[in-house]
């Protein structure tokens, strides 16, 4: 028996009205996850399996079972259900300009966790493969979509020249014809979006690399790039994620990231720059 009512009924609703009727590995793994909602919304399936000590597909047929395509949009549907709860006005002192401060501060405590997942090797193999690249196409779907459009502008002002397609298929179809001497660059703050897993497994197939920055180590796309560089978002969760996106820390590191190119670059980085800011200046009037 699988769920059949309303699509916008809560997760634990659906636990309640199908546990009796559920397979005992199921019913385990589905009284688990609502038992605690805060901690299920950052567990992986293997995680809850591992907890429950259930298989993986068990907790993923738990999933299906309730009425939900996979485990993703499980956790999807718990941290809905968790931002529909009553909360309070999100400020100590009951203010906005109390929340924004809040927020300001949140995000200046975790600065620091952004660089935490980089290793040396890692950033050097990064940027050599972008700087000697023939091509470089940048994948950048979803909420993701802004940054792909900035690190492309800031790439080919580096003297880097990079290209952004909107369409999904377009991107698809660039990417399976890139050929191994191109890099297909990734941005995904998820690391989930399919439509840039599809567009990965397409530059695979053609020969050509995937490197890829991401908010989450254990993300598919972290797990399918060749190369990848993890920026911890400065949410503090993987609810909070989903439920703020903040893109923050990702826009922080593709500043980083160009200005480290522009220095390996070394002359060609510096003319690039100077041809950059002689344009800006002819077009700056008084």
Do not use: K
């Not at 009512?5 to 385990?28: C, K, N």
Request: charged share 20%.
């Amino acid at each position: 028996m699988t769920w059949t009512g309303s699509a916008d009924a809560p997760l634990t609703a659906r636990i309640v009205a199908l546990a009796p009727s559920m397979h005992p590995g199921e019913r385990r793994a589905a009284e688990a996850i609502a038992a605690d909602l805060d901690a299920a919304v950052e567990r992986t399936a293997q995680q809850v399996a591992d907890d429950v000590g259930v298989g993986r597909a068990t907790v993923v047929r738990a999933a299906q079972t309730l009425g939900y395509e996979g485990y993703p949009q499980l956790r999807v549907a718990v941290a809905r259900e968790l931002a529909l709860r009553p909360t309070s006005d999100g400020s100590p002192d009951g203010t906005m300009l109390g929340a924004v401060r809040e927020s300001v501060d949140r995000f200046a405590a975790r600065l620091g966790h952004t660089v935490a997942g980089l290793t040396e090797d890692g950033l050097q193999e990064f940027v050599r493969v972008l700087d000697d690249a023939r091509r470089v196409l940048v994948v950048a779907n979803g909420l993701s979509s802004p940054l792909g459009l900035d690190l492309v502008l800031r790439l080919t002002s580096a003297g880097r020249p990079a290209e952004l397609l909107q369409d999904a298929l377009a991107q698809r179809i660039a990417a399976r014809q890139l050929g191994p001497e191109a890099v297909c660059l990734v941005v995904s703050g998820s690391g989930a979006n399919e439509a840039t897993l599809e567009v990965m497994r397409a530059a695979h197939d053609g020969g050509t690399p995937v490197v890829a920055i991401t908010s989450f180590a254990q993300s598919p796309v972290a797990q399918l790039a060749d190369t990848v560089l993890v920026v911890p978002p400065v949410n503090e969760s993987f609810r909070d994620e989903l439920l703020h996106t903040s893109r923050a820390a990702l826009m922080l590191m593709i500043e980083a990231l160009v200005e480290v190119l522009v220095a390996r670059r070394g002359e060609r980085g510096r003319d690039a720059r100077a041809a950059v800011l002689h344009e800006l200046g002819s077009a700056i009037e008084e």
